[in-house]
């Protein structure tokens, strides 16, 4: 397993369509990351994950995700989160295309 870095987020997938979404200070989830909480305490990081976990009903796969302050919300860190925030891609797979 990868060390984690401080900034964090909780991210995760909604159960019940699989959108990227993450944690608010609030304990809620949005679909946009500028909403989500950062956390710069490892403990609280972590607190908050098992929170997230414990909200199997909501979401599945939650993780922590590194990020950095950005002008309008946090800015992930790793490619896969960056992907995440942008929402869908723009293009079918061509079995999808043919249905």
Do not use: C, H, K
């Amino acid at each position: 397993m990868s060390r984690i870095v401080v900034p964090v987020v909780v991210a995760a997938n909604d159960l019940f369509d699989g959108d990227p979404v993450w944690m608010t200070p609030g304990g809620n989830w949005s679909r946009s990351l500028a909403d989500a909480e950062v956390i710069g305490d490892l403990a609280e990081a972590q607190a908050r994950l098992a929170a997230a976990m414990a909200q199997a009903d909501r979401v599945v796969g939650a993780y922590m995700a590194e990020v950095r302050p950005g002008p309008f919300g946090p800015v992930p860190v790793d490619f896969r989160e960056r992907v995440r925030a942008r929402g869908p891609a723009p293009f079918a797979l061509p079995a999808q295309a043919a249905e």
